[in-house]
C-alpha cells in the first residue's frame, strides 16, 4: 500500500501546485474550492483505492500546454514500475486532448507504443510507430521500436528493411544485424531443404557482414553434408581470421572432413598451427588426441601439463585426469577417480557460453544474447580461457 502512496505523492503535489498557479493567475481558485479533490484523492490512496486516486490527481491536473510533460512523466513513471495498464490510461487521456500540438500529440503516440509494447500488444504498438513514420515525427525512435518488435515476430524480411532505413536515418550501419537477419532466413530456407535459396541467403549475409561467423559456419556445414569435405575445410577455416574465439564450434566438423579425406597429416599441423597462434582450448585437446595416439598417455600428459601451467582450465584439467587414471601409474588413483567425478559434475552444471557484452551465461549457442538482445555477443566459454 505504501508504494502506492510514494508513487502518487509527487502527482498530488503536482496537482497542488498547478491548482495554486491557477489559483495566483486567475484569483478564482480558493484553497476551499480546490481542497476536497486533493484530499479525496489521498483518501482514496491511504484506503487502498490507487485507481480511484489516479483519476482524481488526473482530474485536478488538467491537460494544457504546462501540464502535457506532467502527464508523460507520470505515464513513464507507471511503465517503468510495471504498472501498464495506468500507463496506457494516462497516455490515451492525453492524445483524446484536441488541444495538443503536433510535436506533443506525437510524443504522446511514442510512449503510448511503449506502452502497448511493454504489455505485449505487437499490433498495436506498431500501427502507432507507423503512424509516428507518417507524421514524419520521432522517426529513429520509432524504427527502433519496430526492429524490436520484429524481431519477437521473427519477422526477418520487415527486421531487413527498417535495419537499413535505420542506418540510413542514424548513420550508424546494421550490416551486422543485416548479416544475422540473412542467417535467420537462410535457416529457414534449409528447414525447408530449398538449398539454392539458402546459398542466396548466406551470400547476402557474407556481403552485408565479412566477418560473420554465422553464416561461415551455415555455409561450411552445408557444404559438409553434400559430400564436399575440401569446400567445407576451406570455408570453416576462415573462422579462425573472423574470430578465433568460435574455434570450437567447428573444429569437430573440420576434424571430420580431413578423416573423410584420409589426410591425418595435414590436420595435425594444422591443430598446432592454431596452438601455436591462439592456444586455443578446443584445439589443445584435440590436438592431445593425436599425440596421445604417437606417443601414448605419458607424452599427452606432458603436453597438457606444459599447457595447463600457462592457462589454467577445467576442461584441460579434466581430460588430464583422465589421461592418468588410464596411465594407472598414480598411488592416488582413488583420489583422481573422486577429482575427475567432481570437475564432470562442474563442467555439466556451468554454462558453454557467455555473452561478452552484459555477461549472460547460456548451455547452448545463442547467436542473439536472450538478456541485452546483442547480435554475434554470446561466444564459447572455454574459448574465452576462462577457469
Same mark, same amino acid.
Given at each position: 500500500?505504501?508504494?502506492? /502512496?510514494?508513487?502518487?505523492?509527487?502527482? +498530488?503535489?503536482?496537482?497542488?501546485?498547478?491548482?495554486?498557479?491557477?489559483?495566483?493567475?486567475?484569483?478564482?481558485?480558493?484553497?476551499?474550492?480546490?481542497?476536497?479533490?486533493?484530499?479525496?484523492?489521498?483518501? !482514496?490512496?491511504?484506503?487502498?483505492?490507487?485507481?480511484?486516486?489516479?483519476?482524481? /490527481?488526473?482530474?485536478? %491536473?488538467?491537460?494544457?500546454?504546462?501540464?502535457?510533460?506532467?502527464?508523460?512523466?507520470?505515464?513513464?513513471? /507507471?511503465?517503468?514500475?510495471?504498472?501498464?495498464?495506468?500507463?496506457?490510461?494516462?497516455?490515451?487521456?492525453?492524445?483524446?486532448?484536441?488541444?495538443?500540438?503536433?510535436?506533443?500529440?506525437?510524443?504522446?503516440?511514442?510512449?503510448?507504443?511503449?506502452?502497448?509494447?511493454?504489455?505485449?500488444?505487437?499490433?498495436?504498438?506498431?500501427?502507432?510507430?507507423?503512424?509516428?513514420?507518417?507524421?514524419?515525427?520521432?522517426?529513429?525512435?520509432?524504427?527502433?521500436?519496430?526492429?524490436?518488435?520484429?524481431?519477437?515476430?521473427?519477422?526477418?524480411?520487415?527486421?531487413?528493411?527498417?535495419?537499413?532505413?535505420?542506418?540510413?536515418?542514424?548513420?550508424?550501419?546494421?550490416?551486422?544485424?543485416?548479416?544475422?537477419?540473412?542467417?535467420?532466413?537462410?535457416?529457414?530456407?534449409?528447414?525447408?531443404?530449398?538449398?539454392?535459396?539458402?546459398?542466396?541467403?548466406?551470400?547476402?549475409?557474407?556481403?552485408?557482414?565479412?566477418?560473420?561467423?554465422?553464416?561461415?559456419?551455415?555455409?561450411?556445414?552445408?557444404?559438409?553434408?553434400?559430400?564436399?569435405?575440401?569446400?567445407?575445410?576451406?570455408?570453416?577455416?576462415?573462422?579462425?581470421?573472423?574470430?578465433?574465439?568460435?574455434?570450437?564450434?567447428?573444429?569437430? +566438423?573440420?576434424?571430420?572432413?580431413?578423416?573423410?579425406?584420409?589426410?591425418?597429416?595435414?590436420?595435425?599441423?594444422?591443430?598446432?598451427?592454431? !596452438?601455436? =597462434?591462439?592456444?586455443?582450448?578446443?584445439?589443445?585437446?584435440?590436438?592431445?588426441? /593425436?599425440?596421445?595416439?604417437?606417443?601414448?598417455?605419458?607424452?599427452?600428459?606432458?603436453?597438457?601439463?606444459? !599447457?595447463?601451467?600457462?592457462?589454467?582450465?577445467?576442461?584441460? =584439467?579434466?581430460?588430464?585426469?583422465?589421461?592418468?587414471?588410464?596411465?594407472?601409474?598414480?598411488?592416488? %588413483?582413488?583420489?583422481?577417480?573422486?577429482?575427475?567425478?567432481?570437475?564432470?559434475?562442474?563442467?555439466?552444471?556451468?554454462?558453454?557460453?557467455?555473452?561478452?557484452?552484459?555477461?549472460?551465461?547460456?548451455?547452448?549457442?545463442?547467436?542473439?544474447?536472450?538478456?541485452?538482445?546483442?547480435?554475434?555477443?554470446?561466444?564459447?566459454?572455454?574459448?574465452?580461457?576462462?577457469?
Amino acid at each position: 500500500m505504501m508504494e502506492f /502512496f510514494w508513487l502518487l505523492l509527487p502527482v +498530488a503535489a503536482a496537482s497542488g501546485w498547478w491548482a495554486a498557479k491557477r489559483s495566483i493567475s486567475r484569483q478564482e481558485v480558493t484553497v476551499a474550492d480546490r481542497s476536497p479533490g486533493y484530499f479525496s484523492g489521498l483518501n !482514496y490512496l491511504l484506503n487502498e483505492q490507487p485507481d480511484k486516486a489516479i483519476d482524481v /490527481f488526473i482530474k485536478m %491536473l488538467e491537460v494544457d500546454s504546462d501540464t502535457v510533460e506532467t502527464h508523460l512523466a507520470l505515464g513513464n513513471l /507507471f511503465r517503468r514500475r510495471g504498472e501498464v495498464d495506468r500507463a496506457i490510461r494516462i497516455h490515451q487521456n492525453l492524445i483524446a486532448r484536441p488541444m495538443l500540438n503536433r510535436e506533443q500529440r506525437a510524443q504522446a503516440l511514442l510512449e503510448l507504443g511503449q506502452d502497448y509494447m511493454k504489455a505485449g500488444l505487437f499490433d498495436r504498438a506498431e500501427s502507432l510507430f507507423n503512424e509516428l513514420g507518417e507524421m514524419n515525427m520521432f522517426q529513429a525512435q520509432a524504427l527502433e521500436n519496430l526492429l524490436t518488435i520484429y524481431q519477437e515476430e521473427r519477422d526477418w524480411d520487415k527486421c531487413l528493411q527498417v535495419a537499413k532505413q535505420l542506418g540510413q536515418r542514424t548513420g550508424k550501419s546494421r550490416r551486422k544485424e543485416c548479416a544475422h537477419y540473412y542467417c535467420e532466413l537462410a535457416e529457414e530456407a534449409q528447414f525447408r531443404k530449398d538449398l539454392i535459396k539458402t546459398s542466396q541467403l548466406l551470400k547476402k549475409a557474407q556481403q552485408s557482414d565479412e566477418d560473420c561467423v554465422r553464416a561461415t559456419i551455415l555455409q561450411g556445414k552445408i557444404e559438409a553434408m553434400n559430400g564436399s569435405p575440401k569446400n567445407a575445410i576451406r570455408t570453416l577455416r576462415q573462422v579462425e581470421k573472423q574470430d578465433p574465439a568460435y574455434l570450437s564450434e567447428v573444429l569437430p +566438423a573440420i576434424i571430420e572432413c580431413y578423416r573423410e579425406l584420409g589426410n591425418r597429416k595435414e590436420l595435425v599441423r594444422y591443430l598446432r598451427k592454431l !596452438y601455436e =597462434l591462439h592456444q586455443s582450448v578446443s584445439s589443445v585437446l584435440a590436438l592431445t588426441d /593425436f599425440i596421445q595416439e604417437d606417443e601414448g598417455e605419458e607424452g599427452a600428459i606432458r603436453f597438457l601439463s606444459s !599447457y595447463l601451467h600457462a592457462h589454467p582450465n577445467l576442461e584441460g =584439467l579434466d581430460r588430464m585426469v583422465g589421461l592418468s587414471l588410464k596411465a594407472g601409474k598414480s598411488d592416488g %588413483l582413488e583420489s583422481l577417480q573422486i577429482l575427475q567425478q567432481i570437475l564432470n559434475k562442474i563442467l555439466e552444471s556451468r554454462a558453454a557460453y557467455q555473452c561478452v557484452s552484459c555477461g549472460f551465461s547460456a548451455k547452448t549457442m545463442h547467436w542473439q544474447c536472450p538478456s541485452c538482445k546483442s547480435w554475434g555477443s554470446i561466444k564459447p566459454r572455454d574459448e574465452l580461457h576462462e577457469i
